[in-house]
């Protein structure tokens, strides 16, 4: 995770990032994929101009549920 994050603070634009993907039917809800040993976990975030909220961190099997 903070090897994700950093890359996120580093990144001029989010097709910097690797395994950011905009959410189908969304034009500012994107999802951040970021693997562990075990488990597979999702990053849901808003990006609006400059600026990237990162608004969820849940695994991958729940995160679709609380957002967006």
Not at 12 to 31: D, F, P, Q
């Amino acid at each position: 995770l903070d090897t994700k994050i950093a890359q996120i603070e580093k990144a001029k634009t989010l097709s910097n990032v690797t395994g950011a993907i905009l959410l189908e039917g969304y034009s500012h809800h994107y999802r951040i994929i970021v693997k562990s040993k075990k488990q597979s976990y999702r990053i849901g975030s808003i990006v609006r101009g400059e600026t990237i909220w990162l608004v969820r961190f849940l695994p991958r099997r729940i995160i679709y549920k609380s957002f967006p």
